[in-house]
């Protein structure tokens, strides 16, 4: 079967930086998503890897490793305001998404 | 720009009435279109797609049903709820052709059925 594992909930310090890692085993890769989503909102487009190696935009940096069925998102200068879901989803062979739970990210000051 | 609406954004509704839930996408044509359903603790699921009017796919057999009378135009139906249907509905589009395959999600519409 088709499985996307990410922590369910992580803490971190306002400032401080904070790895999101994804583990997933799929029929086929067409490539990884990161989206955010606040509570009670929709999710919104973080970023998108296809080959091996690092994306970085700006605060939000994401690193995926193909051989492994590994990704990561790596938040820089945490703020408050990034406290929200982080899900992971990876498309397969038939260019469908396949989507992780999602981790909640706590901020604390 | 492009922008897509979904409604209502909440509703209670009982046991055994029934759905409409709408999802309408501005400032671009022949956008495929999508319906998930979000569960706590559980990643979304695809519900249905279409690339069409009136081509609509099924992912997961279920008491729902969706239609494409316009291009634009998603709509998700049920003719009778179940206290399973219960969720968070997210409707999204994307370009057609595109390599990322982003997807734009509407505001969503929380459902409770009692």
């Known amino acids: 079967g088709q499985n996307i594992d990410q922590p369910t909930e992580m803490t971190a310090t306002e400032g401080a930086i904070v790895q999101i890692n994804c583990t997933y085993q799929?029929?086929?890769?067409?490539?990884l998503f990161w989206y955010q989503q606040h509570a009670g909102e929709a999710p919104t487009f973080l970023s998108y890897?296809?080959l091996d190696g690092l994306e970085e935009k700006g605060r939000f940096s994401s690193f995926l490793s193909r051989s492994k069925g590994y990704s990561y998102l790596l938040l820089k200068e945490l703020q408050m305001k990034d406290s929200a879901s982080y899900l992971c989803?990876?498309?397969?062979?038939?260019?469908?998404?396949?989507w992780g739970a999602g981790t909640k990210l706590i901020i604390k000051p | 720009s492009q922008t897509i609406h979904q409604w209502p954004a909440t509703l209670v509704q009982p046991v055994g009435s029934p759905l409409s839930l709408e999802c309408t996408v501005e400032?671009?044509?022949?956008?495929?279109l999508y319906w998930y359903r979000q569960a706590a603790g559980r990643g979304l699921q695809l519900l249905f797609y279409?690339?069409?009017?009136?081509?609509i796919s099924s992912e997961v057999p279920q008491n729902l049903s969706a239609s494409r009378p316009q291009d634009r135009q998603f709509i998700l139906s049920s003719k009778k709820l179940l206290l399973s249907d219960s969720g968070f509905y997210l409707c999204?589009?994307?370009?057609?052709?595109?390599?990322?395959?982003?997807?734009?999600f509407g505001e969503g519409s929380r459902l409770t059925v009692l």
């Open positions: 279409s690339v069409g009017i009136g081509q």
């Open positions: 400032g671009t044509s022949n956008p495929n």
């Open positions: 999204a589009w994307t370009v057609k052709g595109q390599d990322t395959g982003e997807l734009f």
């Open positions: 989803a990876v498309m397969d062979s038939n260019y469908q998404l396949i």
């Open positions: 890897n296809v």
């Open positions: 799929t029929s086929g890769f067409n490539g």
